[in-house]
C-alpha cells in the first residue's frame, strides 16, 4: 500500500514570498490533516478536512494560509506571504474515516529567510 | 482545553535495556484516546501504541506497553528489551473525539539508544 506522499521534501524561501506544498493521500482515505511542526515543537493541526469539506480550521492563520482538497484526494497548503516564523515542517496525513488510525506523510521542511 | 506535557527533553539507555518516558495531560473530558507516536530522522510520524480512556487495561504492543492512570491523568511509555533502531522522538498525543480525529501533541522526547 503506497503511503501519504507529500513535495517537495525542502523547500527555502525569502520572508514575504510565496510557497505551496502538495499532499497526495492514501487512495480512500477521506479525512486529511495539515499539521505545523516548528523545531522543538509537536505537531498542531492547521486544518482538517473530510472528503473536500473543511472539518475544522480554527488554527489555521487565514491571513496568509489557504488549503484546499480539490475533488477529496490531492490537497495543497499555500503560504502568501511567508514570515520567518512559519520555518517548520508541514505534515500531511490521513486517515479513513476521523480518527481511525492516521498516516502521516514524511513532511516538508520550510525555512523562511 | 486540552494540553499535554512531556517533561523529559532528552532521555538515554542502553541497548536491550528498558526505559520510560512520561506524559501527563490535562483534560474535563472522561473519555477520550491516548497515542505515543514516533518520529525517526526521516520525519514520518509513526504510531506506537493507542489506549482508550474508558479500558482500564494497559496497552501493550510486542515491547512497548504503557502504564495510564486516569485518575492522576498520566501515560507513561515502556519500552523493554530496547533496540538501536528505537532511537527517535517520541511523542505523547491526545485525542478527544475519533469523529474528529484532532490530535493533540506534546513537546517531545528524544530517546537516544546506545550500544
Known amino acids: 500500500e503506497a503511503g501519504v506522499a507529500q513535495s517537495p521534501r525542502y523547500k527555502i524561501i525569502e520572508k514575504r514570498q510565496s510557497v505551496a506544498f502538495w499532499c497526495n493521500p492514501i487512495?480512500?482515505?477521506?479525512?486529511l490533516y495539515w499539521y505545523q511542526q516548528i523545531l522543538g515543537q509537536g505537531p498542531k493541526l492547521l486544518i482538517q478536512?473530510?472528503?473536500?469539506?473543511?472539518?475544522?480550521d480554527s488554527q489555521l492563520p487565514k491571513d496568509r494560509f489557504s488549503a484546499e482538497r480539490l475533488k477529496g484526494v490531492d490537497s495543497t497548503l499555500k503560504i502568501q506571504p511567508a514570515k520567518l516564523e512559519d520555518s517548520a515542517v508541514y505534515l500531511c496525513?490521513?486517515?479513513?474515516?476521523?480518527?481511525?488510525?492516521?498516516?502521516f506523510g514524511s513532511g516538508t521542511q520550510l525555512s523562511v529567510l | 482545553a486540552q494540553t499535554v506535557t512531556q517533561s523529559q527533553p532528552e532521555m538515554s539507555v542502553q541497548e536491550a535495556e528498558t526505559v520510560t518516558l512520561s506524559c501527563t495531560y490535562d483534560?474535563?473530558?472522561?473519555?477520550?484516546?491516548l497515542f505515543w507516536y514516533k518520529q525517526p530522522p526521516s520525519r514520518q510520524m509513526i504510531l506506537v501504541i493507542r489506549?482508550?480512556?474508558?479500558?482500564?487495561q494497559n496497552a501493550t504492543e510486542n515491547r512497548f506497553s504503557v502504564n495510564f492512570q486516569k485518575a492522576a491523568k498520566s501515560f507513561s511509555l515502556k519500552i523493554s528489551d530496547s533496540q538501536l533502531g528505537d532511537t527517535a522522538m517520541y511523542f505523547c498525543?491526545?485525542?478527544?473525539?475519533?469523529?474528529?480525529?484532532?490530535?493533540?501533541f506534546g513537546q517531545g522526547t528524544t530517546l537516544q539508544v546506545k550500544p
Open positions: 478536512f473530510q472528503n473536500n469539506g473543511v472539518v475544522d
Open positions: 498525543a491526545f485525542m478527544i473525539s475519533w469523529n474528529t480525529g484532532k490530535l493533540i
Open positions: 487512495s480512500g482515505h477521506a479525512t
Open positions: 483534560t474535563s473530558e472522561n473519555n477520550y484516546y
Open positions: 489506549q482508550e480512556a474508558y479500558k482500564q
Open positions: 496525513a490521513s486517515s479513513l474515516v476521523g480518527g481511525e488510525k492516521l498516516f
